[in-house]
Nanobody
Framework: QVQLVELGGGLVQQGGSLNLSCVAS????????MRWYRQIPGEEREWIAV????????EYSGSVKGRFTISRDNTKNTAYLQMTNLKPEDTAVYYC????????????WGWGTQVTVSS
């Protein structure tokens, strides 16, 4: 079954760090642009980071730039999100997204992982 699974969420104190992983099953991520989003209950899902299929380029939203780093290892079918200097406003469910337009559009979402930052 094709799926994405996010790992690594949890509870951390303000100023701390967490590393999230997004593991793909039953498909290779090599042709996929990988993105991380987050969502606070009652609010819209917010895009926070993107990385190209070859890993050469990445971009971040203003709310996380300088604190979060997106990376990938295509040989492990895994994307990562390193989060540092976490703030209470980073508390959300974090989602991984894989999307490709090679041959045809295919897109997959993970189920999300909860990140809670205490003050």
């Amino acid at each position: 079954q094709v799926q994405l699974v996010e790992l690594g969420g949890g509870l951390v104190q303000q100023g701390g760090s967490l590393n999230l992983s997004c593991v793909a099953s039953e498909f290779g991520i090599g042709l996929y642009t990988m993105r991380w989003y987050r969502q606070i209950p009652g609010e819209e899902r917010e895009w926070i980071a993107v990385i190209t299929p070859d890993g050469e380029r990445s971009e971040y939203s203003g709310s996380v730039k300088g604190r979060f780093t997106i990376s990938r290892d295509n040989t492990k079918n895994t994307a990562y999100l390193q989060m540092t200097n976490l703030k209470p406003e980073d508390t959300a469910v974090y989602y991984c997204n894989a999307r490709t337009t090679a041959n045809r559009v295919r897109e997959y979402w993970g189920w999300g992982t909860q990140v809670t930052v205490s003050s």
